[in-house]
């Protein structure tokens, strides 16, 4: 096997790892083992370039890590649950209880549930508090 095709398929394996546990840590060793295999290309010395490929990863893990995860935390706030319904004042279409009930927003029908053990009829307005899974928790006002 050559040595640019040992960097490459590193560099695979890392990528793979990466949309298995995605961290953005394998991301930093998939980038520095495909920079190596086209260094690889030009250089036949494996000592060489297993030392680039190790500054290239703590290089890319020290620079480039906190640049990724900030983008990712900010794509995260964008598109969240969070941002849409979470203290949005919605009506309820059914009586929301503890275990049963119904809310609409955006035209879209959600489960409902409240935390304490009052009741809220139909026609009421609520405000959207958590959401656990499919089930949206509310609160009176």
Known sequence: MVIWEIFAIAGLVFLILEMIIPSM????????????????????NWIYLTVIFVLLSILSILFL???LLKHKETKDQETGMQGKYIGKIVKVIEPVTKYSGAITIYDERW???????????????????????????????
């Open 25 to 44: 840590f394998f991301l930093n060793l998939a980038l520095a083992g495909f920079a190596t295999a086209i260094l690889a290309l030009f250089l036949s």
């Open 111 to 141: 489960e409902a549930r409240v935390d304490s053990d009052e009741t809220i009829p139909a026609g009421s307005e609520v405000k959207i508090i958590k959401n656990e899974s499919l089930v949206l928790t509310v609160e009176k006002i």
């Open 65 to 67: 890590r906190p640049i």
